[in-house]
């Protein structure tokens, strides 16, 4: 983790890459990215109040005192939003209440790489499909009241749109389970294993000096109902647009969660997601 720190913004690098119109819309819900670093600063509030106040991240001083969760990857990153247009804050200002952050390749290689990196060791899969534009997604997070079907597919619409626009073949990202305790997670860490993990070629293995063990389960030993209903609702999603899993998870202890690698083909993706978003992400466009 690299909080609180920052990095100078490469010169002639822009965090906005494509036009700052809304890529969607549902009723008074509009999803596009960020345009200012006001807005930026808006998605880190929000990620503070889900990461620190609502779930067990650890909070350093600078954290505490500006309650943002930011790192030096922001700088660099485009970051995805979704804005209620019925709630106001107390600037005026619609509301943000959803978020996601993207990274795309050529802008990693162009600064310091894939924040993933920092927990698995991504380069051989980015080496063996050398060719390929990847795409790393990260610190998703809505609030409470907007977890709902809607605000999700926005956030994916969005997401789907960003995708066709910069040609994206290969999106991944770290997903996370809430605690730190493995064995504890030992039901959802085997399903994903047995049932989840990535062919040869697209496998990604957790960093050597952090890799734990997913396979604490026997196949014949997994209630795969239970398993499933006790994944967190991003992983679910990501296995039934046909996301694949790393080997081996990491345990984060600033944030309290124990994190896999997503690893997910566009060519792969379910062709019902796909016809249901539009292939040119038509069905929620603005």
């Known amino acids: 983790m690299l ?61 505490q005192m500006s309650r943002r969760d930011r790192d030096a990857f922001d700088a660099i990153c485009d970051h995805l939003l ?19 952050r993207l990274l795309r390749q050529d802008v990693a290689d162009r600064y310091s790489g894939f924040y993933t990196a920092n927990e698995f060791d991504v380069g051989p899969l980015v080496a063996r499909h050398n060719g390929l534009r990847f795409l790393e997604l990260g610190r998703s997070c ?51 294993h047995h049932h989840a993990r990535a062919p040869s070629d697209w496998s990604v293995g957790a960093l050597p000096g952090r890799h734990v063990a997913m396979d604490r389960l026997p ?4 209630d795969m109902k239970k398993a499933l209903h006790a994944l967190p609702p991003l992983i679910k999603g990501y296995l039934r647009l ?7 998870a990491v345990i984060d202890r600033q944030f309290g969660t124990t994190d896999v690698l997503i690893v997910m083909p566009v060519a792969a993706i379910n062709e019902r997601y796909v016809n249901h978003y539009g292939v040119d992400a038509t069905r929620y466009a603005a």
């Not at 979704?82 to 996601?100: C, L």
């Not at 996301?243 to 081996?248: I, K, L, M, T």
């Open 3 to 63: 909080q609180g720190f920052r990095l100078p913004m490469p010169k002639g690098l822009r965090p906005v890459s494509i036009p700052p119109e809304p890529l969607g819309r549902i009723g008074a819900l509009e999803v596009r990215l960020a345009t200012t670093p006001r807005e930026v600063k808006k998605a880190q509030k929000l990620r503070y109040k889900v990461f620190y106040e609502e779930m067990s991240a650890i909070a350093d001083i600078q954290t």
């Open 82 to 100: 979704v804005i209620d247009h019925d709630t106001r804050t107390k600037s005026g200002e619609a509301a943000i209440v959803g978020t996601y």
């Open 142 to 192: 809505v609030l409470p009241p907007y977890r709902t079907k809607r605000t999700v597919e926005l956030l994916w619409h969005g997401i789907w749109s960003y995708v066709r626009a910069h040609r994206i073949d290969v999106m991944i990202g770290c997903a996370s389970l809430e605690g730190t305790n493995p064995d504890a997670l030992a039901l959802q860490l085997s399903f994903l």
């Open 219 to 222: 196949p014949e030993a997994i």
């Open 242 to 248: 046909g996301a694949y899993v790393g080997e081996g």
